[in-house]
């Protein structure tokens, strides 16, 4: 049985992630922090295999992040990001998803940190991105739209298409402003391309 501490001062997002988590047959016993306070106090007194946090508990407090860190080294830690958070925050945690994440996304990266299990629910292995696909997703990221992406790799807009709907179908993001942080989080680009 895992222990998940769920670190979000929200008790919709607790409540909405715990039935999720229960309805993929995820056996765990969930725990709330609502607080920096709540979190030290929940990982002094259990043994906790994976942190889902809203990364603005730990913004500007990375010494407390550390701490936490070393009082539970086996604890995963998964940024759970509905806003805008800097790249050199997420790149601390051992995953992240997004509130726009799909279910089967959500889930597959909670259990694939939780009990070491890359596949999906259907038993099929994630797959990594071909580099045409990171090369599509680097250019979507910034800010270009389809015809201007095929313009720049030479392309046809239907071939652009095609590998949207792969890049969505393998990671499970289907917005742009998902794949952006999904970009930023894998290093296949950085905040500087970002048109702000």
């Given amino acids: 049985m895992l222990n998940?501490?769920?670190?979000?001062?929200?008790?919709m997002i607790f409540g909405g992630l715990t039935a999720l988590l229960?309805?993929?047959s995820?056996?765990?016993?969930?725990?709330?922090?609502?607080?920096?306070?709540?979190i030290h106090r929940l990982l002094a007194g259990k043994t906790i295999n994976l942190v889902i946090v809203n990364p603005s508990l730990l913004q500007n407090n990375i010494k407390a992040f550390n701490t936490f860190r070393s009082m539970s080294l086996q604890a995963k830690w998964i940024a759970l990001v509905y806003?805008?958070?800097?790249?050199?925050?997420?790149?601390?945690?051992d995953g992240v998803v997004t509130i726009?994440?799909?279910?089967?996304?959500?889930?597959?990266?909670?259990?694939?940190?939780?009990?070491?299990?890359?596949?999906?629910?259907?038993?099929?292995?994630?797959?990594?991105?071909?580099?045409r696909e990171i090369e599509v997703l680097r250019l979507l990221a910034s800010g270009l739209a389809t015809k201007e992406i095929a313009d720049a790799l030479s392309i046809s807009t239907n071939t652009v298409i095609s590998h949207r709907k792969n890049i969505s179908v393998k990671t499970g993001i289907k917005s742009v402003s998902?794949?952006?942080?999904?970009?930023?989080?894998?290093?296949?680009?950085?905040?500087?391309?970002?048109p702000g």
């Fill in 100 to 131: 726009n994440d799909s279910v089967e996304k959500i889930v597959s990266v909670i259990r694939e940190l939780a009990t070491g299990d890359d596949t999906e629910n259907d038993g099929i292995p994630h797959a990594s991105l071909s580099d």
């Fill in 4 to 11: 998940i501490l769920i670190a979000d001062p929200s008790e």
């Fill in 26 to 38: 995820l056996k765990a016993d969930f725990h709330r922090a609502e607080s920096l306070d709540d």
């Fill in 83 to 93: 806003a805008y958070y800097d790249e050199r925050l997420l790149s601390v945690f």
């Fill in 22 to 24: 229960n309805g993929h």
């Fill in 178 to 194: 998902g794949l952006t942080i999904y970009a930023v989080v894998k290093k296949f680009i950085t905040l500087g391309n970002i």
